[in-house]
């Protein structure tokens, strides 16, 4: 996940998820806003309840995740982010294909940290 800080009256971040579809290829899912609900969330805790994710891997593994998660962040001297990490508070694999197509459904874990833009892979397009 990429986290934005973009100037608003209150301290907001847009939240964008990229997922490497093909050898070297990075797709953006958009922003992620739509998942925050603003009433349970702080300037460090970020509540994100009933959040969809299709991934796709470069081996054609698909899947369809759907995650209760949280983003904690930390902020430096100046208020700028300095740290952010996304967990899932449970998550469910409804339908995924794997490679060989063999069908995939269960229980998930799904891990994230804030990565500095210069040590990405691709240069990030932002909405």
Not at 33 to 45: G, H, L, S, V
Not at 70 to 86: Q, V
């Amino acid at each position: 996940m990429h986290l934005s800080k973009f100037p608003r009256p209150a301290l907001h971040y847009d939240c964008i998820r990229y997922n490497e579809t093909g050898t070297g290829i990075w797709t953006s899912s958009g922003v992620l806003d739509n998942y925050i609900d603003p009433e349970f969330c702080t300037e460090e805790y970020i509540f994100m309840p009933h959040l969809y994710m299709a991934a796709q891997k470069p081996d054609g593994t698909i899947l369809g995740l759907y995650i209760t998660g949280s983003i904690i962040t930390k902020l430096d001297k100046l208020g700028e982010l300095s740290r952010a990490t996304f967990a899932s508070m449970g998550a469910e694999v409804p339908i995924g294909t794997a490679s060989d197509g063999a069908m995939i459904y269960g229980g998930a874990k799904v891990k994230g940290k804030l990565i500095d833009e210069e040590k990405l892979p691709f240069v990030p397009v932002l909405p």
